[in-house]
């Protein structure tokens, strides 16, 4: 055995607990599962649905074990070479093929064809996940949705007279006018740290209109024309019509500097709804969804989908299905996403009153649904794509708000990283 792989291996022994489940003294079947992001905003809401289910499934027993989000695909990943994984894990598409790759999840297009939720997710989330696996076949439900938005100060707006923007042209003049640099007032925030290539994506493609990340022939759009000029136009706003804290700031500052009062408006997603509306109200807080550009199409880059994956080592499949389908039921889902603020998975909760009084949620929801909207989906089955737009780019890109590297360098050289990554991967899977 390898020296990578025993490390591997004793690290799994330490999650041995939260590993695969078996069979209590009572006769239940005991199953474990993962929660993806684990915390005081998810865990206790996990805790209430699996309360639910064990009163519905009484012969089942779930143990939950709730995982932090910037260390899950790790996790995971240990727990795969140990041979001590779940039997139910949170999962989002942007490393199911990781996951996939190495043989881990079982495929759940039978299941899902015998299921009362055939026919009852929603057909966008589905195909994304399919696109996200790498071979078409479903290894993960789809349980909610997360659009990027524009939140914006109502209060702000209002006082300025301003109607909240609907094309880049005026956000960014807008962001102009609501900057005032001597009460630290500024009227955007521009995300320079920890996650900022891929929102920065969603802003370009948004702005350009492109329909996807990759050509016929395995070459990136990113570097476009139209996507190097947006890039080049929010570039021009740091420092002037942001804080200069943003060539470093991630999601925590910058919730920070919208709720502190700072900015006007933030780029972020549904998920930023409990902390925002929490700290500020729903009456000094709206969102948008991201503007469209010269085209005037609706471009949107999905968030990664997040859902359920079934393990393949998991001895009690059967009773971990179960628990996918429970998850994934009307109530359960309407429940889930009403706590969370995400866009349900479930079609059959889109007429739940709580979906259609919040004003987020259901703005978003409108745009995956329309029919002119065009979703430019990331290539999240592509193994390169996340080291490339994280630890290879998002240095380069604090180059370009710091002025040291243009817009089009820097697009064109992620292009080149993109297509090259691609043109290899295609050329393996033949």
């Given at each position: 055995m390898s020296r990578a792989t025993t490390i591997a291996v004793i690290l799994a022994c330490v999650l041995g607990l939260a590993g695969c489940g078996g069979g209590d003294a009572d006769g239940k079947v005991t199953i474990t599962f993962w929660d993806n992001n684990g915390g005081p905003g998810r865990t206790p809401v996990f805790q209430h649905l699996i309360a639910e289910f064990e009163r519905a499934e009484p012969d089942i027993h779930v143990e939950y074990v709730g995982i932090p989000s910037s260390s899950v695909q790790q996790k995971y990943d240990t727990a795969i070479a140990g041979g001590a994984t779940p039997d139910v894990g949170g999962v989002t598409t942007s490393y199911l093929s990781d996951l996939v790759g190495q043989d881990a999840l079982a495929p759940l297009d039978?299941?899902?064809?015998?299921?009362p939720l055939r026919d009852k997710l929603l057909p966008s989330l589905v195909d994304d996940v399919r696109q996200a696996g790498g071979d078409h076949k479903l290894y993960e439900l789809p349980s909610s949705a997360n659009l990027d938005v524009i939140w914006y100060r109502k209060d702000w707006f209002a006082q300025a007279g301003l109607q909240p923007p609907s094309t880049w042209d005026?956000?960014?003049?807008?962001?102009a006018r609501l900057t005032d640099r001597s009460a630290n007032r500024y009227g955007y925030t521009v995300r320079g740290g920890a996650g900022s290539v891929f929102q920065l994506l969603s802003e370009a493609y948004s702005y350009s209109g492109q329909p996807s990340f990759f050509g016929a022939d395995g070459t990136s759009t990113t570097a476009a024309p139209g996507n190097v000029d947006l890039v080049r136009r929010v570039a021009a706003l740091y420092g002037k019509a942001t804080p200069a804290a943003d060539v470093n700031n991630g999601y925590t500052q910058m919730v920070a500097e919208f709720t502190g009062g700072s900015v006007a408006m933030m780029h972020h997603n549904l998920g930023s709804s409990g902390d925002l509306l929490k700290a500020l109200g729903p009456d000094k807080v709206g969102a948008i969804p991201l503007p469209v550009g010269p085209s005037g199409k609706r471009t949107v880059v999905p968030n990664p989908t997040d859902g359920f994956a079934v393990f393949k080592a998991s001895e009690h499949q059967d009773a971990a299905w179960k628990f996918v389908q429970f998850l994934l039921s009307k109530d359960s889902n309407s429940y889930w996403n009403q706590q969370v603020g995400q866009?349900?998975?479930?079609?059959d909760v889109y007429a739940d009153a709580w979906l259609r009084a919040d004003q987020p949620v259901e703005m978003a929801l409108g745009v995956l649904?329309?029919?002119?909207?065009?979703?430019a989906t990331a290539p999240f089955a592509l193994p390169r794509f996340s080291p490339i737009t994280k630890?290879?780019?998002?240095?380069?890109?604090q180059k370009v708000l710091l002025g040291t590297l243009s817009a089009n360098d820097f697009l064109h050289g992620l292009a080149d990283e993109l297509t090259a990554a691609e043109r290899d991967w295609r050329s393996h899977k033949g």
């Amino acid at each position: 055995m390898s020296r990578a792989t025993t490390i591997a291996v004793i690290l799994a022994c330490v999650l041995g607990l939260a590993g695969c489940g078996g069979g209590d003294a009572d006769g239940k079947v005991t199953i474990t599962f993962w929660d993806n992001n684990g915390g005081p905003g998810r865990t206790p809401v996990f805790q209430h649905l699996i309360a639910e289910f064990e009163r519905a499934e009484p012969d089942i027993h779930v143990e939950y074990v709730g995982i932090p989000s910037s260390s899950v695909q790790q996790k995971y990943d240990t727990a795969i070479a140990g041979g001590a994984t779940p039997d139910v894990g949170g999962v989002t598409t942007s490393y199911l093929s990781d996951l996939v790759g190495q043989d881990a999840l079982a495929p759940l297009d039978d299941r899902l064809a015998g299921s009362p939720l055939r026919d009852k997710l929603l057909p966008s989330l589905v195909d994304d996940v399919r696109q996200a696996g790498g071979d078409h076949k479903l290894y993960e439900l789809p349980s909610s949705a997360n659009l990027d938005v524009i939140w914006y100060r109502k209060d702000w707006f209002a006082q300025a007279g301003l109607q909240p923007p609907s094309t880049w042209d005026e956000l960014l003049a807008d962001a102009a006018r609501l900057t005032d640099r001597s009460a630290n007032r500024y009227g955007y925030t521009v995300r320079g740290g920890a996650g900022s290539v891929f929102q920065l994506l969603s802003e370009a493609y948004s702005y350009s209109g492109q329909p996807s990340f990759f050509g016929a022939d395995g070459t990136s759009t990113t570097a476009a024309p139209g996507n190097v000029d947006l890039v080049r136009r929010v570039a021009a706003l740091y420092g002037k019509a942001t804080p200069a804290a943003d060539v470093n700031n991630g999601y925590t500052q910058m919730v920070a500097e919208f709720t502190g009062g700072s900015v006007a408006m933030m780029h972020h997603n549904l998920g930023s709804s409990g902390d925002l509306l929490k700290a500020l109200g729903p009456d000094k807080v709206g969102a948008i969804p991201l503007p469209v550009g010269p085209s005037g199409k609706r471009t949107v880059v999905p968030n990664p989908t997040d859902g359920f994956a079934v393990f393949k080592a998991s001895e009690h499949q059967d009773a971990a299905w179960k628990f996918v389908q429970f998850l994934l039921s009307k109530d359960s889902n309407s429940y889930w996403n009403q706590q969370v603020g995400q866009i349900p998975a479930n079609t059959d909760v889109y007429a739940d009153a709580w979906l259609r009084a919040d004003q987020p949620v259901e703005m978003a929801l409108g745009v995956l649904r329309a029919k002119d909207t065009v979703l430019a989906t990331a290539p999240f089955a592509l193994p390169r794509f996340s080291p490339i737009t994280k630890a290879d780019s998002e240095p380069r890109y604090q180059k370009v708000l710091l002025g040291t590297l243009s817009a089009n360098d820097f697009l064109h050289g992620l292009a080149d990283e993109l297509t090259a990554a691609e043109r290899d991967w295609r050329s393996h899977k033949g």
